[in-house]
């Protein structure tokens, strides 16, 4: 079946915009997780839904950055009043969140390119 | 919170050899322990997990070790192709919630 998907792949936008990301996960899939990567080191976690609902938001930076899940399936990434430091790869996972069945599987990415 | 180290941050073994990465991480209540590929541009994909109540698990030429009391675990790969040369990421979490990942490992086989 399809994987997780991502789009953009790529955006560039200039320092001060506003920008969305958005993720589609695995069909049937309740959990979804937010990353984001910067060139040379591993994914760092962002935030993580279950249902429609921010079970964990710790890894959001700063109140420029919120996410959303309204039907608990798509959910979208945003960031206001972008720096040129959220520079990063914006990776998504999903997972079926099943007892044991616990495995992320990651989308693609959005490379977000702030200038 | 979490915190996951991961050694060596580059390793090169001629083809056909063996590669050894490994993790620590701190946060007892962890216990799930994915390792996933990743290429370059590509996603991170898993190659193997373990979890807490597993001391070792296998699958063809990766296996993975896990030592609770000490807080490590460890990937091998035996008989490298060139096409294991990638990043390799360790993590670790549980119950569903959100994964710490190491910093990565550049393997890089040698033909």
């Known amino acids: 079946g399809a994987g997780v998907s991502q789009t953009p792949s790529n955006k560039v936008t200039e320092k001060g915009k506003y920008v969305e990301l958005r993720c589609d996960p695995i069909s049937g899939h309740t959990a979804l997780y937010w990353y984001r990567q910067s060139l040379g080191q591993g994914p760092e976690f962002l935030i993580y839904?279950?249902?429609?609902?921010?079970?964990?938001d710790s890894g959001l930076p700063n109140d420029r950055f919120f996410a959303v899940r309204p039907e608990g399936s798509v959910s979208t990434l945003k960031i206001q009043r972008t720096e040129r430091g959220d520079s990063a790869v914006y990776l998504c996972?999903?997972?079926?969140?099943?007892?044991?069945?616990?495995?992320?599987?990651f989308g693609p990415g959005t490379r977000l390119l702030v200038l | 919170g979490e915190n996951v180290e991961q050694h060596p941050s580059t390793l090169s073994v001629q083809e056909g050899d063996s590669a050894v990465i490994k993790c620590t991480y701190s946060d007892s209540a962890s216990n799930y322990f994915p390792w996933y590929k990743q290429e370059l541009g590509k996603r991170p994909q898993l190659i193997i997990d373990i979890r807490s109540n597993v001391g070792e698990k296998k699958d063809q030429r990766i296996a993975v070790t896990l030592n609770k009391t000490a807080k490590h675990f460890s990937l091998h790969i035996t008989e490298t192709q060139p096409e294991d040369s990638a990043v390799y990421f360790c993590?670790?979490?549980?119950?569903?919630?959100?994964?710490?990942f190491g910093t990565g490992t550049r393997l890089t086989i040698i033909p």
């Open positions: 993590a670790a979490g549980g119950g569903n919630e959100k994964l710490t």
């Open positions: 839904f279950q249902g429609t609902g921010a079970a964990d």
């Open positions: 996972a999903s997972s079926p969140n099943k007892g044991t069945q616990e495995t992320q599987y």
